[in-house]
């Protein structure tokens, strides 16, 4: 399976973007879904989750309150909007697979096996 995220680019303080994330198989539908983000010299975070069936979602605290993570499962696709941005959240946005019909949306990397190229987002103040 191929992740392919976009979406991302330039934009001031407070704006909004929404990235989007499309998986190449048909299978999507049953694998809990994440968004990570890896600011330069920094690890690679986790950003929001959602479960398989979209009824579960998880967020970082630094996140909660302006971002949506949301999925399609007819359209094969991820979604991460994001409201409210601020200069810290620059980073580079990766879409990835998780586990297959979870129990629970999962926040670490190694919980998530499929990664998409990631896409740039920059927010300037």
């Known amino acids: 399976v191929q992740l392919q995220a976009s979406g991302g680019g330039l934009v001031q303080a407070g704006g909004s973007l929404r990235l989007s994330c499309v998986a190449s198989?048909?299978?999507?539908?049953?694998?809990?879904m994440g968004w990570f983000r890896q600011a330069p010299g920094k690890e690679r975070d986790f950003v929001a989750g959602i479960s398989w069936s979209g009824g579960s979602t998880n967020y970082a605290d630094s996140v909660k309150g302006r971002f949506t993570i949301s999925r399609d499962n007819a359209k094969d696709t991820l979604y991460l909007q994001m409201n409210s941005l601020k200069p810290e959240d620059t980073a580079v946005y990766y879409c990835a697979r998780g586990l297959l019909y979870g129990t629970e949306v999962h926040t670490t990397t190694h919980d998530y096996g499929v990664w998409g190229q990631g896409t740039l987002v920059t927010v300037s103040s």
């Open positions: 198989e048909r299978t999507f539908s049953s694998y809990d």
